[in-house]
């Protein structure tokens, strides 16, 4: 923790040296001693500090000073620093001065300058200034800080880029705690910029506004650049399969690189509760497995890269992917192991209030928000079970949205029997979204009853949508075959009436997880055929290590 700050402001240099020095002898242990020759310059810096969420203990002020004299120095410093001690230094002549400053403008204490023995005439009564402080001190919060309002997409965006990539952070709500004391002086401090929402600002001072999760991840360390140009196996997507592949490949001598834009875990890391892992009979959630997961693949080496693939392409023996800010890398084999993403609902209303209410997913960080309100969730199958399950635990009330008459054909039975037993979790059935509505946020949604033909309009808060999903790989599609649906077609696909895929020239056939290029395989929820479960990406991940080390062994 940073240690808390003693500045002291004295236009004259000899004196502020002296009384530097002195503080610095006594207190330098526990505080950081800050000295500022003009009232102007210092109360610049006190709003730095504020950013930085710095605690200042004491502000110690010559009286005498040309342009703004102790007193006045020590009541603006207040309204920024309203917990810290104030204190004035006078000269003998002053003393009136400043007995009316400590009635009139809530100053702690005056100095007479010479304070020489300070172990009389300084220590003494700083000590219980100090003592008095800390007394009422909470350490301020170290990390990163981000101001934004719940129903701004970018502002969700970012916060659940965060919670995934478990970067802890505290969360200001502009709007909410528009009220609150310390939000007024943070704006106040921020002036203008303030409205360049999220604003983060980090521990080392710095900020930036309208902050988005590449040049956040960048910020905090989050690796956005490879450290090498050229990898053995680079891997695509950081779910369950591409994190598997990782630890194998890493712990089996392959120089590796796994490539995840958003965060490690994939879809996996959004399940509150996996129950049907083998090996955890009380199931772990998404978040732990992942957690467990991506520090297993660092400890073999890997590097992660928090970057998105937007292009590949082959060149001989080897395969390029391309990022988005035009950097490359190239490998030997490349494993494409990037999931499925929601399907989109498209119904009036849901685009524009898309992050402002409505979430596609689990929306990691919106659970807590939803102390206390209604949430619907739309979709049957296991997903939307678990997110209304992790939902009913904050929310008053949950709904399930499904087109069907019931779950028993999308969702396993273990997770019907909890929704049951869960008092706060209604099934809606033969519904349908077809319109959402509010003006900044959603507020209602209109929902069609197929078996009264009749459409409701109903109070909503929050809506999670989880109706399916598809795979992005149209970066791969001039390179890669697909089926009709952008599933990429491995093995034994691969062969049509015991004809080889077009293009194939080598004398093998395709091995099972490899797909129509040599040395580029797909594993997990992208395959074509794959299944759709943790433990199936999680094997084939390993799995294609083997074929991989077999097709390195002959490029
Ligand atoms: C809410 C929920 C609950 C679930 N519960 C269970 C359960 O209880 N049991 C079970 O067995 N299964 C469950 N599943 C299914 C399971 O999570 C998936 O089958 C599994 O995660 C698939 O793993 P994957 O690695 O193939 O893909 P994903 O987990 O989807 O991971 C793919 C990763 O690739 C990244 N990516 C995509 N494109 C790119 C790109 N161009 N560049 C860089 N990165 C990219 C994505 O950001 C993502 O992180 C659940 C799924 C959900 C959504």
């Not at 000295?35 to 002020?61: I, M």
């Not at 300070?118 to 350490?139: G, I, K, M, T, V």
């Not at 091995?511 to 992208?526: H, Q």
Request: hydrophobic letters at 40%.
């Amino acid at each position: 923790m940073a240690k808390p700050i003693l500045l002291s402001v004295d236009d004259d240099s000899d004196v502020l040296r002296a009384i530097e020095r002195d503080l610095r002898s006594q207190y330098g242990a526990e505080y950081r001693v800050i000295g500022s020759d003009s009232p102007e310059g210092a109360l610049d810096l006190l709003k730095q500090l504020q950013l930085r969420n710095d605690s200042v203990a004491l502000l110690l002020a010559d009286q005498r000073m040309p342009r703004m004299d102790g007193v006045e120095f020590l009541q603006q410093a207040m309204g920024i620093f309203p917990g810290a001690k104030r204190a004035l230094l006078t000269a003998y002549a002053d003393t009136n001065a400043a007995i009316s400053a400590i009635n009139q403008a809530s100053i702690n204490y005056f100095f007479l300058k010479p304070w020489d023995p300070p172990s009389e005439h300084l220590y003494p009564q700083l000590d219980d200034l100090l003592d008095d402080w800390q007394a009422s001190f909470h350490p301020a919060f170290q990390g990163i800080r981000v101001l934004g309002t719940r129903w701004a997409p970018k502002c969700y965006e970012l916060r659940d880029f965060l919670a995934r990539n478990r970067v802890p952070y505290e969360w200001t709500d502009v709007e909410l705690s528009a009220n609150d004391p310390e939000t007024k002086r943070l704006l106040e401090a921020l002036g203008p910029e303030a409205t360049n929402l999220p604003v983060v600002l980090f521990p080392d001072g710095t900020k930036l506004l309208e902050g988005v999760p590449a040049d956040v991840a960048q910020k905090v360390g989050l690796r956005t650049r490879a450290q090498t140009n050229f990898y053995d196996l680079a891997i695509v997507g950081g779910g369950p399969a591409g994190l598997a592949a990782a630890v194998y490949g890493a712990s089996e001598g392959l120089h590796t690189v796994m490539i995840e834009r958003e965060a490690p875990g994939g879809k996996a890391g959004m399940s509150s509760r996996i129950e049907n892992y083998l090996g955890f009979p009380a199931g772990l959630s998404g978040t732990d497995l992942a957690r467990r997961a991506v520090v297993q693949a660092e400890r073999f080496g890997v590097e992660i890269l928090s970057q998105a693939a937007v292009g590949v392409r082959v060149e001989g023996p080897y395969r390029i992917i391309k990022f988005p800010d035009g950097n490359e890398i190239s490998c030997h084999a490349l494993m494409v192991a990037t999931g499925v993403q929601w399907r989109r609902l498209d119904v009036p209303g849901i685009e524009r209030l898309q992050g402002a209410g409505i979430y596609y997913g689990g929306g990691a960080t919106e659970a807590l928000s939803c102390k206390g309100e209604n949430v619907y969730v739309v979709g049957g199958a296991n997903s939307a079970g678990q997110a209304a399950m992790n939902f009913a635990k904050y929310a008053e009330r949950v709904v399930i949205l499904v087109r069907g008459e019931s779950l028993s054909s999308t969702m396993s039975q273990y997770l019907i029997d909890q929704i049951k037993e869960t008092h706060n979790i209604q099934l809606w059935t033969h519904a349908s979204v077809v319109e959402a509505h509010g003006e900044t946020h959603l507020e209602e949604i209109s929902v069609l009853c197929s078996d009264t033909g009749k459409t409701e309009r109903v109070q909503a808060s929050a809506m999670f949508i989880f109706i399916g999903a598809l795979p992005q790989t149209d970066w791969l599609a001039d390179v890669v075959e697909r089926d009709d649906r952008g599933f990429l077609l491995t093995g034994p696909d691969l062969i049509r009436n015991g004809q080889r895929t077009k293009g194939w020239n080598l004398e093998r056939d395709p091995y099972l997880l490899e797909t129509n290029v040599p040395g580029i395989f797909a594993v997990g929820d992208v395959r074509h055929g794959s299944i759709k479960r943790v433990a199936s990406g999680v094997g084939e991940g390993s799995v294609a290590v083997q074929f991989i080390h077999q097709y390195l062994s002959k490029v």
